[in-house]
């Protein structure tokens, strides 16, 4: 073989991962978000007010956070998780946080998975990496 054949067969695998990726990334995306709404639902049943809102691929968890005597009001502390089709990725960011999690295949398959600064995680694992620091921000360095 020569590097021509070497190149479009590299071009070739290149385009097949990156189709099977992009099918998988939705699927991936409902998967996890399934994981957050029961860590939620099991937050409320622990008396922690949890809200959602949001968009199909750029969902919403809110905290309602109670203001001090002397504050009138407050915003709720805020964490989006969203799609991030042109990165193969899931993205949470909010208060002090952004996780990155990453849809690939697993080494020599055509099955998806999704890691965490390289490591495969599962989609409860990654729910509560993402809601861990919003419920539990005391556990955090520089916490408020």
Known sequence: MTWLDDRIEQRTKASTEDRLIAQSL??????????????????RKNGIELLTNGAAHERIVKLPVKPRATQSMTHPKQLTISLDRSKHAIVASGPR????????????????????????????????????????????????
Do not use: C
């Not at 939705?26 to 937050?43: G, Q, T």
């Not at 946080?97 to 990453?102: C, E, I, R, S």
């Open 26 to 43: 939705e699927p991936m995306y409902e998967a996890l978000w399934e994981k957050v709404v029961f860590w939620i639902d099991e937050a």
């Open 97 to 144: 946080t952004k996780q990155v999690f990453t849809v690939t295949l697993r080494d020599g398959t055509n099955i998806a998975r999704l890691t965490h600064d390289g490591i495969e995680v599962s989609p409860d694992k990654a729910a509560e990496m993402i809601l861990d620091p919003l419920i539990f921000p005391e556990f955090y360095a520089g916490s408020d």
